[in-house]
């Protein structure tokens, strides 16, 4: 098990990408970009750290 996490790099620029979203439509950066960054969150819905949050969206 990982006990120290690494620093992350927050000066690098995310590649370009398509992803689908819940829906099937297929988002790009582009598609997300906010003015102060973008935050994407890879999770799993059978996570208990999920499940204790997925309620509250």
Same mark, same amino acid.
């Given at each position: 098990?990982? =006990? +120290?996490?690494p =620093?992350?790099?927050?000066? #690098? &620029?995310? !590649? *370009?990408? +398509? @992803? $689908?979203? @819940? *829906?099937?439509?297929?988002? &790009? @950066?582009? *598609?997300?970009?906010? !003015?102060?960054?973008?935050? =994407?969150?890879?999770?799993?819905?059978?996570? $208990?750290?999920? +499940?204790? =949050?997925?309620? *509250? #969206?």
């Amino acid at each position: 098990m990982l =006990i +120290k996490t690494p =620093i992350c790099d927050f000066g #690098w &620029s995310a !590649p *370009d990408f +398509k @992803l $689908p979203n @819940l *829906d099937g439509q297929f988002m &790009s @950066l582009d *598609d997300v970009r906010g !003015p102060n960054g973008t935050l =994407i969150a890879f999770i799993c819905n059978h996570c $208990p750290y999920v +499940k204790a =949050i997925i309620g *509250d #969206w």
